[in-house]
């Protein structure tokens, strides 16, 4: 392919992106004028609003992980009881065996990652299909979470400082009238540092590169199993800053909590752009449709929806993204 011709498919395809990204931001803004007309005395108020922010954290951390494995055309079911898994053993780190709670906190993130390389040696040496092997991974991480635990939650109520993690505001120590929690500012800083990396360096040039042509990206001779392990690795990281926010938040590691998250976060991430088939993605797009997922759950709960209905359409929202992606893929 010439260089004029690959100028110009990357020109289509940062203009799809761009499309893309204003109509998920347009959805995200024609929801909250929905519920704010309907439940105006419930939905815009500053708790409600919080209580928005502070839900989209674990959902935005956990499509952002997600949002790399997909671009290089995978898939990880595991990212949900992942996050719960590093929740557990930050417990475990903590409470259990005593350290101090940088270490905890750095602990649950080595563990994610470590998790995450495991994912990606059975895929790449193993040849096991990433929907197989992150399913396999979901069910066993789920076990061990429950059998070292005994079943039971693991409180955080001696560990001082570990609730500020996602419930202390930095923010509202400064100006009292933004009472910002700490775990919407991790989100963003996750989202900023990711969004350098893939679009920076060689992690993200090479994650858009499996997923656009892994063949050729073999041939020119790089290692491609290498880099897969790498990509799930920092992915399976990510989950373990997921894992530390839902654990203070609730002040607790539930055992039992985590599965269905990776849909909320799948659902995300192709609201927000990213193609299942690989190949396109960004972590802006996967923000607001993170942002899009939080809103659409509060107005519907707001609503008195429930939750079965809040799934039913959950569900018809991923299939009527991806059905748009396969449009939008068609014309290009």
């Known amino acids: ?23 998920a931001f347009a959805s995200l803004l024609a929801l909250i004028l929905i ?33 790399f494995i ?11 009881v992942l996050m719960t898994f590093c929740a557990v ?39 096991v299909p990433p929907f197989i092997a992150t399913l396999g991974m979901m069910m066993l991480l789920k076990g061990v979470s429950l059998l070292i635990t005994g079943a039971r939650p693991i409180y955080f109520n001696d560990i001082e400082g570990f609730d500020q993690i996602a419930l202390g505001s930095l923010i509202g120590d400064i100006f009292p009238a933004l009472p910002i929690p700490n775990g919407v500012l991790i989100l963003f800083v996750v989202a900023a540092v990711c969004a350098v990396i893939l679009n920076r ?33 920092f992915s399976g990281g990510i989950c373990g800053v997921a894992g530390l926010l839902i654990a203070s938040r609730l002040n607790s590691a539930q055992p039992a909590l985590g599965q269905g998250y990776e849909l909320d976060a799948i ?13 396109v993605g960004t972590i802006l797009g996967t923000i607001i449709g993170a942002f899009i997922m939080s809103v659409l759950i509060n107005g519907l709960r707001i609503m008195s929806v429930a939750q079965e209905w809040q799934m039913v359409l959950t569900g018809l929202i991923i299939i009527l993204a991806v059905y748009t992606d396969n449009l939008r893929r068609a014309k290009k």
């Not at 997909?70 to 949900?80: N, P």
């Open 35 to 67: 519920f704010t007309a309907l439940k105006p005395d419930a939905f815009m108020t500053q708790d409600n609003i919080i209580g928005i922010l502070q839900s989209t954290t674990v959902i935005g951390v956990l499509a952002i992980a997600s949002t």
């Open 267 to 279: 659902a995300a991430v192709v609201i927000g752009g990213t193609s299942l088939s690989g190949g």
């Open 1 to 23: 392919m010439s260089d004029d011709s690959q100028k110009s498919l990357w020109a289509r395809l940062s203009g799809g992106q761009a499309k893309q990204k204003l109509l």
């Open 201 to 233: 360096t060689a992690l993200g040039r090479y994650t858009f590169a499996l997923g656009s042509n892994e063949e050729a990206v073999r041939l020119s001779g790089v290692d491609v199993n290498r880099w897969k392990v790498i990509i799930y690795a």
């Open 89 to 127: 053993m930050s417990g475990v780190f903590l409470v259990n065996w005593g350290l101090p709670l940088p270490l905890g906190v750095l602990g649950a993130i080595v563990v994610g990652a470590l998790t995450g390389t495991v994912s990606g040696l059975a895929i790449t040496r193993l040849k």
């Open 70 to 80: 997909i671009i290089t055309s995978g898939i990880d079911l595991s990212v949900g």
